[in-house]
């Protein structure tokens, strides 16, 4: 997307409070790991303060989610994975959460205010309270706002797979035969919204080629 194009997304108020939920549990995941793992270059002397500041450990997350966010750069070097990782992964985090609030505060200022929740509001219902929760908003999004969407919707969507257990097309297809789990359905939203907001995107960006 240009840097001088507006993207305008359009979303409902019910929507934005499960996008919101959703992000702020993914900044969690992101800050508990941060908080867990030791920065690997603090302690190693000819390391340097900045390599510190952008150190992280040297083995992969035993979170599967987490490990999917973070693959080891070589498949085939253990050695080489465990000191690109050292040297990089406390930024990714940082990059990651940094997208992560960039999304919230685009939904909290499209609003007004912050988002509030209407998950028990009943479909059909007369109540005002209700009939808010449908209304669709738009969130403007300049170049670096769609990319920082993008980036965040795609990372929640990987976690939220990883805890169906979705690989590939044929798990997705084995796990919806076998189990009624309602994660299914933020799945299949979490996509649907991907993939509207990666066309946006494209169409943008032919536009303006």
């Known amino acids: 997307m240009s840097d001088g194009r507006a993207l305008i997304l359009t979303i409902t108020r019910i929507e934005a409070d499960y996008l919101h939920d959703l992000v702020e549990q993914f900044i969690s ?68 959460i940094h997208d992560a609030r960039r999304v919230l505060a685009g939904l909290d200022m499209s609003l007004n205010e912050p988002v509030t929740a209407h998950a028990d509001a009943p479909s059909g219902n007369t109540d005002p309270e209700a009939s808010r929760a449908q209304e669709p908003f738009d969130v403007v999004l300049d170049a670096a706002d769609g990319d920082a969407w993008m980036r965040t919707l795609a990372a929640v969507r990987l976690v939220v797979a ?37 066309q946006a995107i494209d169409a943008g960006d032919a536009r303006n080629s």
Do not use: C, Q
């Open 29 to 96: 995941l992101l800050d508990d790991y941060s908080d867990e793992r030791p920065n690997a270059l603090a302690a190693d002397a000819g390391a340097g303060a900045i390599a510190g500041a952008f150190g992280g450990g040297e083995s992969k997350p035993e979170d599967p989610a987490l490990a999917r966010l973070m693959p080891d750069a070589y498949d085939s070097d253990d050695e080489a994975s465990a000191e690109f990782r050292r040297h990089t992964e406390n930024e990714l985090v940082d990059r990651r």
């Open 162 to 198: 990883s805890r169906l257990g979705i690989e590939t097309e044929d798990d997705d297809a084995a796990a919806r035969a076998t189990d009624d789990d309602g994660r299914f359905g933020v799945y299949d939203w979490l996509s649907y919204r991907l993939e509207g907001l990666v």
